[in-house]
């Protein structure tokens, strides 16, 4: 019984004595795993094949022609409404030009207070989406006259049958 255990647990160890020969004869390392343990380099990066889990819940990002109401608490003449302009910037009344483009409302609270400080003491800003990008649809009519339809343009819900009809085409109409 004493000899077999002693066979079985020499065999385990040249085996792991050879494989840690071939592996490092071509250049890699070796890694015992550990009972219990995960294995980290399935779960570092997915292969670009695969596709990806999406974000729960992402916040909105700030886009073009945006509308952000900014009030100051503490400095009630700083509040402001601004509007991000084509290439992403705001002006701050007061602080400059900020880019904004693609940060959620709360990086851009940040970045508001920090520009911010080079003129008020620990400044305490509120910011508020007024206007933002709504979601839409193209309806495709002729190449000419493909109308988007906002999906809030109408309070009332729609189903993508009457998409033609919420875009000015009426039944037979070629046009």
């Given at each position: ?5 002693l ?5 385990v ?17 070796i890694?015992t795993?550990i ?17 990806r ?21 503490l400095?009630p ?12 910037y ?5 602080a ?24 008020l ?16 649809f193209?309806?495709?009519?002729r ?10 343009q ?9 998409a033609?009809?919420m ?9």
């Amino acid at each position: 019984m004493a000899k077999t255990c002693l066979r079985g647990s020499v065999a385990v160890l040249l085996s792991i004595g050879l494989a840690g020969f071939v592996c490092a004869r071509q250049g890699q390392q070796i890694s015992t795993p550990i009972a219990g343990a995960r294995q980290t380099a399935e779960f570092t990066a997915p292969a670009p094949d695969r596709p990806r889990l999406a974000e729960r819940n992402p916040r909105y990002k700030i886009n073009r022609s945006d509308i952000l109401n900014l009030s100051f608490p503490l400095s009630p003449e700083f509040n402001q409404s601004v509007t991000v302009q084509p290439d992403g910037y705001i002006t701050l009344q007061g602080a400059g030009s900020i880019c904004i483009l693609g940060m959620t409302v709360p990086e851009t609270s940040e970045a508001i207070k920090k520009a911010y400080a080079k003129v008020l003491h620990e400044p305490i800003v509120d910011v508020d989406l007024k206007d933002f990008q709504r979601a839409y649809f193209i309806v495709p009519l002729r190449p000419s006259r493909s109308p988007a339809v906002s999906c809030r343009q109408r309070r009332r819900r729609f189903f993508f049958i009457t998409a033609p009809r919420m875009a000015g085409c009426r039944p037979g109409n070629s046009s």
